[in-house]
């Protein structure tokens, strides 16, 4: 395989360049020599992007050209090691505020001025528990802030809605896309906003499990080993990979599809024109054997024998069995091949028309001697076919060998594909037959064979107008025309496979690190949290699945493996959900160096605050999980951000009791704002308006 052209490469990292995991990949195939060079990035993108987009293309900050020319550009995907957070430096993506307009609940203000709401509490950014009835805009606040950091919406997910409605499904009201604004302000000072998002961070596509719906937890719930292995590695970066390969697998199914459904009308398409041309090559062999047979009739043929068979043994000196090599349709057109290319071929013409050349003269020299012209009796009125068009295909070779013009060397490639091997066929078996009759006693003239060879000839010719006839009917262009594509599509489909597979080894490579590394520390972390403490979680992670055990022991000491789903009630089934999410929330912290808010929605119900002193614990475990498994002793580290969107009451005093139970001298006490959300009608007057930074906003909520 060549490794992909400098243009496909720009243009296949340009058409993904919002995506830095998916740029890793594509370097990362180019790096390990995986990209077939081949038409397969020009098709993979043509039907994606429009022409505008490729002119587009600039060399200024462009990833693509950074890589290409030799500039640093960091290929995570080979370069991860640990995952060690000690004295390293990260990103704080904390948020300070949240801006929003014309979003789901909330329109746009006559002020112009938009909604909001703040995390900033005495000058640091604060975990929020934000309570507000049904209708205040609870997930209207969710969906702002997933689909802007993102580019996911559960709850739209959670309705069937597709991706193509997104847009339409945050939209408020009848209002144009085009009006959404949502702003979200973080402690780095990086504003990350819904449609001009210049995914800053290096790891967005890991975002997705930083936040936690109701969605989320029917889906872990829910899933199959298989389905929770998908759900899990696009939750921690690998979305759009996944996305990328579906679609690379879409396209090799529907070519699939094309080039099943038209094998058979390809192979009647093909077996006509390769059943004329070999009628074709037969008749033209009938044709010169018949006649020379005939001129040597008409001559001295016994005594003409020994010199005719030692002609013919001159001939055959160019009966060569290697053919030259073909030029099919991956080299290109003559017209655009390189001089290096072109030359190859005309030199290994070359060679082969000079040795064609000194058999024929070698032949033609005998037949003209004077030894075998003596036994010609009388005139020669029946000439020798054979000599006729040995004496045609020498003045054809002479004239392309003396011609040295482009034109003339570019049509020779013509003529090596489809004329000249077929002429080294026509002589080779011409000389098989006529040495074959020689060495027979059929020295006299056979009228009856003759005219079978004639009546042969014949029929030959009805063929082939047959075929020619079939070839040009109204039918058989329509299937030409549906077949144009057929080979470029099934060479197409081959390449597709073979980048499939390499994407599939780079996939496989991720979950290897998520094998070594992710495994340990995910099964600490849910062993961690488990309320029991005669409760273990393994993990395994293969190719296929992901498959998550709870091990513990019954009445009599033994221990029993099971699925956590056929164990647990059902709020612990819940709370185990919830940790699991945790659990990729701050491996993701781990492993991309970044700290970002966890976000829940209206995750508990108002029978879960029965059990309200295991969501206290499961809030304490939360922070304490996010000293040992995260800041590490790090005093660099920020501190955990938690936000908390809840229809009840409740929720806030399970937070305060889990906070009340922290031991201060273990774990830093959490920074948390307790706030009433209210319907946005209610929350125009002057004293709601709030400053953070450089934003100015209507508050949505009021502290408690």
Known sequence: MKIVTKEVLIKSIKAVSGNKQLCDVICYLAENDLWKDSCCGRELWGDTKDAKFWDSIGEENDLAFLYLSGKQYSNTLSSIKDYSFINETFYDSRYKCLCLSNLRKFPATSDNRPYGISFMQNGQPASLALIGANGTGKTSLYIGMEYTMTRHLSAARMRKIPETEFKKFITYGTESYDNVQVKIQTMDNLIFKDKENERIYKYQDSLPCFFCSEYDLIKTGESTPEDLLKYVVSQIGFYELLKFKKYIQDKINTYTEYVEYNKKDMDDFLYVRIKLRKLKINKAINEIVSKEKFSLFSKNIRELRPLYVGNLFCLKKCDIDTPLPRIDDSIGDANTLDAPTLEDYI??????????????????????SPEYQEFIIKPDVNPSQLKIWIEEQKKRLLAILNDDTKPTRLRLLSYVQFDFEEKRQIISEVISQMLTFMKSEETMFDLEALTRDILALSEADDKIQDLNEKITNHEEEKKIDRLKGYIKVKELMTDLEIFYASLEAVYQKQLEVLERLFKPYIEDILTFFALDGNENYILSINKDSVDIKIIYKDVNGNEVSTRPRDYLNSFRYKLFNMTLKIAMA???????????????DDVFYSSDFENRNRIEEFIARTYEAYEKFVREGNKNCPDLQLIFLSHDDIIVDAIRGGIHTLDGTRVKMPNVIYGRLFDYREMNRQEDIVKVGIHEFNNLYVKF
Request: hydrophobic letters at 40%.
């Open 347 to 368: 030199n290994q013409f070359d060679d082969r028309a000079k040795l064609y050349l000194g058999c024929f003269e070698e032949y033609l020299n005998g037949y003209n």
């Open 586 to 600: 701050f491996s993701a912290m781990r492993l991309n160096k970044i700290i970002h808010p966890i976000v829940f």
